[in-house]
């Protein structure tokens, strides 16, 4: 059966996203650029009503033309916020989803801390950091929120990921062993239980870069090679490790 045409053109990574999002829950998308996932969410029926939220005047006025392009301006509001600032005294259609995606993990973990109260209020989380997985996905363990979904995707050569959360408690009453061990925190443990074939891709790319910069080091090292071959051997042995656990 032929796919549905999407009502708004997106890269496959955002419509990844818009994917991961609970159909029906209000959205917040963080850093929206052109406005896109708050669109596509109220024209496909996903979302009654959406934020599309950015710092700078610029992409929050591609987002405002595009509002108006797209005829949804009664369903989908735009907001100048630094982080989740601007939301915070919403009264009526809170934000009950919160997206951000698009730029460095360090920079999602502050808005999430610093709009702890605003992402408190939201049934879930749904972010695609552009770098440091590890980082995000140990802020949310030390944060009581508990990762229930995650997708991996390659595109235009670059790898992303994208992790949805729900906060479970204060994180002092979340048991131990409900949070990610060391390997899911670095590889995500939905991605792993899933044996998700993109990040055995990745895995298996990194193996192959970890063999070449041993060969390299093993035919040309000079000071400190020696040190750095026992580096690479212990990553491979760490991502040997994990694919093994994968079934691989």
């Excluded at 997985?133 to 390659?154: H, P, Q, S």
Aim: net charge negative; charged share 30%.
């Amino acid at each position: 059966m032929e796919k549905e045409k999407s009502p708004v053109k997106m890269s496959l990574r955002l419509h990844r996203v818009a994917d991961m999002i609970t159909p029906g829950l209000t959205v917040a998308d963080i850093g929206t650029d052109h406005g896109y996932i708050p669109i596509y969410q109220v024209l496909t029926g996903r979302a009654d009503y959406a934020y599309a939220c950015d710092v700078a005047e610029g992409p929050l006025g591609r987002a405002k033309d595009n509002v108006a392009l797209y005829n949804v301006g009664d369903r989908v509001r735009t907001v100048l916020s630094d982080g989740l600032e601007g939301l915070k005294d919403i009264k009526e259609n809170v934000p009950r989803a919160i997206v951000i995606a698009g730029m460095g993990g360090t920079l999602i973990c502050r808005i999430l801390k610093d709009g702890a109260d605003v992402a408190g209020q939201a049934d879930e989380l749904v972010l695609s950091p552009h770098s440091e997985w590890y980082e995000v996905r140990c802020f949310l363990a030390d944060n009581g929120y508990e990762i229930t979904d995650e997708d991996m995707l390659k595109e235009d050569g670059k790898y992303y990921v994208i992790m949805k959360a729900v906060r479970m408690g204060e994180p002092e009453s979340v048991r131990a062993d409900a949070q990610p061990d060391e390997d899911g925190l670095r590889f995500g443990p939905v991605l792993m239980r899933k044996r998700h074939p993109v990040l055995i891709e990745y895995i298996e790319k990194e193996l192959d870069t970890c063999a070449k910069i041993k060969k390299n080091l093993t035919e040309n090292g000079g000071s400190g090679a020696k040190e750095k071959f026992a580096e690479f051997e212990d990553k491979e042995r760490n991502l040997k490790r994990v694919l093994g656990k994968m079934g691989n």
